[in-house]
């Protein structure tokens, strides 16, 4: 269905820049093949039986046939010695049949010919007999790209039908062979339906997809349908570009059609790129048809440049002008400008006094919300403390009176052994220390809840304390508990907990080493412990 003209360039702009997006990477893919030419060529090691170099040389030549012509004639010629010495007559005829392929794309017709009457003149082996008449085809194809005749048309559509009675009918090769000669006789739309229906089944790095691709973008241009020949030209030179296919047409094709929509710059960059290819490739046929094609585009590629380099010198002189009359704004937007700094450079200096002023102001009031969070948080311990203190010291006049009755009665009784006994144990004190410990536990958890959690974010994790069940706190929590309550001197530490100075030095140089802190910061970080937010 035909298309708008908007919605056609559009389409031919995304084709356009597809096809360019893969040139870019054409020397990557050019260097992909290069290794495996490589790794081919590692396995011709010396004395290696002269069947195996035979098909070493033929994966060779596949990989120089359309990527450099004259390496591949070596190693076709080379494959023609060693099937004489074989005396292998179907090799023979085969590395023939690749020799004269190459000789047509070379434009040495006089020696395809030669070859190719060699070969007529003997048996044809049933399976090369699709390779001979590809090789008629070929030869022809190509001498009348040189010398056109009517003849040379009917001749090649004459071995296209040979080669179709020859090869499978369900067979890629078999297919593109009928589309072709569908496309010769006209019968577009047929070869279309034969050729979308390859291209499902095809994969776009697959060569064959390249050529599928070609004869669609022929078979739309040939009924002026630039649109879709634009985007099957596209995929076929992206394609060509992926299997670093130098003997290509598709990209000629495609300068040729944006050469024609007046898009010069697309045009002169496929057909640089083209012939750039076939210099390379050293195909002597395309050569010459694409630089006719260069000709022409180059000179109207320099025809467009000049325009615009005259368009250039004319706003040129424009800009010249009108910068003269920016030259004298500038110089009264200057002084303007120079007044307006003098007055910027004293609000600046206001205004950073201000901001001085205002960060004394903030360190202080900082400060003071320190301060007070302390204060706050001093006071709230106090009187924690002196509440639980009053408590304590009841509870231990009664038990020291409770005490005193015990050992009076016992007294009276005469019971001295007992007595003795009571006097002598350390249970009754010990049992109180626990008590003590107890309620201390119990009054600085009140105080500070996240303790333990807080105190083992300091610590790495796998040296992190872990309390058996019913514990709140142990000996090691106890004395940071003291150091956060502000009791840091080692000696009070020691007395109240009933340790050795040297023990409690010990808990805490332990604790300073498993922490994530530095040592030096650590009891720092631990008098941090449930502080109060400085605006609280």
Request: charged share 25%.
């Amino acid at each position: 269905m035909p298309c708008c003209f908007g919605l056609c360039r559009q389409r031919h702009r995304r084709n356009g820049a597809r096809a360019y997006r893969g040139g870019k990477k054409k020397e990557t893919y050019s260097r992909q093949k290069e290794q495996r030419i490589t790794t081919l060529k590692r396995l011709l090691t010396p004395g290696i039986p002269a069947l195996e170099k035979y098909q070493i040389n033929r994966n060779l030549y596949q990989e120089y046939k359309k990527f450099k012509i004259d390496t591949a004639v070596f190693y076709a010629s080379q494959n023609q010695e060693i099937a004489q010495q074989l005396n292998r007559q179907d090799l023979l005829l085969a590395s023939q049949l690749q020799l004269t392929n190459l000789y047509s794309s070379l434009g040495k017709f006089l020696e395809a010919e030669q070859l190719l009457h060699s070969v007529s003149s003997k048996p044809i082996p049933r399976p090369l007999l699709a390779d001979y008449y590809e090789a008629k085809i070929q030869f022809y194809e190509h001498y009348a790209t040189n010398s056109y005749n009517q003849s040379y048309v009917m001749l090649i559509r004459n071995y296209r039908d040979s080669l179709l009675r020859v090869l499978p009918v369900q067979s890629v090769r078999y297919r593109i062979n009928h589309a072709q000669q569908y496309v010769s006789r006209g019968d577009l739309k047929q070869a279309q339906d034969i050729l979308l229906h390859l291209m499902k089944s095809s994969k776009s790095t697959e060569a064959d997809y390249a050529m599928i691709t070609y004869l669609l973008a022929h078979s739309y241009q040939m009924q002026n349908r630039s649109d879709l020949a634009v985007r099957y030209y596209a995929l076929s030179a992206l394609a060509d570009v992926k299997n670093a296919i130098k003997d290509n047409a598709s990209l000629q094709d495609l300068a040729l059609i944006f050469y024609r929509k007046g898009d010069l710059d697309k045009a002169y960059l496929y057909t640089r790129s083209a012939i750039e290819d076939a210099i390379f490739c050293n195909v002597k046929f395309r050569t010459l048809r694409i630089s006719e094609l260069y000709t022409i585009i180059n000179r109207a590629y320099m025809e467009k440049e000049g325009r615009q380099k005259d368009q250039l010198q004319l706003y040129l002189a424009l800009i010249s002008i009108l910068s003269v009359f920016l030259s004298l704004a500038i110089v009264r937007v200057y002084k303007q400008m120079k007044k307006v700094s003098r007055i910027k450079e004293e609000l600046r200096l206001s205004g950073e006094e201000l901001i001085r002023l205002n960060r004394e102001i903030s360190e202080k009031n900082l400060h003071l919300s320190e301060i007070n969070a302390k204060l706050s948080e001093a006071n709230q311990v106090k009187e924690a403390y002196i509440a639980q203190f009053f408590d304590l010291c009841s509870t231990y006049i009664n038990k020291l009176e409770d005490y005193r009755k015990m050992l009076n009665k016992k007294a009276n009784e005469k019971h001295l052994d007992e007595l003795l006994k009571m006097l002598r144990s350390t249970s009754v004190a010990d049992h109180e220390l626990e008590g003590l410990y107890k309620v201390f536990d119990n009054i600085f958890l009140s105080l500070y809840p996240n303790f333990v959690t807080e105190f083992n974010a300091l610590l790495i994790p796998e040296e992190r304390i872990v309390l058996k069940p019913g514990e709140l706190l142990n000996t090691e929590l106890r004395i940071f508990a003291l150091a956060r309550l502000g009791i840091t001197d080692s000696v009070k530490i020691a007395a109240f907990l009933r340790y050795s100075l040297s023990t409690i030095y010990n808990y805490r140089t332990r604790a300073r080493n498993k922490a994530v802190v530095s040592r030096d910061d650590f009891e720092t970080q631990v008098m941090k412990i449930g502080m109060l937010p400085a605006n609280s």
